[in-house]
DNA sequence: TCATCAATTCGACATGCATCGAAATGTCAA
DNA sequence: TTGACATTTCGATGCATGTCGAATTGATGA
């Protein structure tokens, strides 16, 4: 169908987004970058009580799973949730 | 509306869901059940190469985590896939 | 250049969890 | 009852991972 174009997900990729998804603050962080864009590694960590190098293993996590996008800019780094590989995801677990 | 019935899930339930789904075993599981109904232990234990101890406790977080439904009849247990669990997580991940 | 700040990497630690074999429980049929 | 079979529980083991502090890298401004 044209317009529907999350691309199908391999058994390990959907499993990296899986395992991202399993912890409770990966979402919570998810959440929150999804919530607004122009989002810093400082701005996560003003609302969740982790250590910067908690949050950096995380970030990468996320970023591995292909759930978030991270870009350098300077001194700080963007980050922007890829609501494109969440719908993937979704897809697979419909067909399940 | 009506017709989508999918409840909402409290942040437990979906950890929980998102947990259980984060093992590919326990997703393979789920969709050989999901393929087919009147399935029982032996029959997934014939499809996956683990031992029964695993197998047992693999249904046990499905079941707890509200993705499966056991029930006993005389020596076999039924099990059955729960698309009402599968679909309120989905809504759940398109809320991010 | 130097100090400062954002973010990452490193090394270590504690906890969680998938896995198994062995023992236990429960059910059916002879 | 007894034996055979399906499933569960128990206890132990090894690996994965969330977490941190400390050290590092990289960029900016004084």
Redesign the interface.
């Known amino acids: 169908m044209a317009g529907t174009k999350a691309r199908a997900l391999t ?1 390990e990729q ?2 990296l987004i ?2 991202a ?2 912890d ?1 603050r990966r ?1 919570e962080i ?2 929150q970058i ?1 919530s607004c864009d122009c989002v810093a590694c400082g701005n996560v960590r003003e609302c969740q009580p982790i250590s910067a190098a908690t949050l950096s293993h995380h970030l990468k996590e996320l970023e591995t799973a292909g759930l978030i996008e991270i870009t350098r800019e300077g001194k700080f780094a963007r980050l922007a ?1 890829r609501r494109d590989t ?1 719908e993937a ?2 897809s697979y ?2 067909d ?1």
Chains 1, 2 share one sequence.
């Open positions: 058994k959907a499993q899986a395992r998804l399993a409770p979402v998810l959440k999804g949730l969440l995801y979704r677990l419909a399940i």
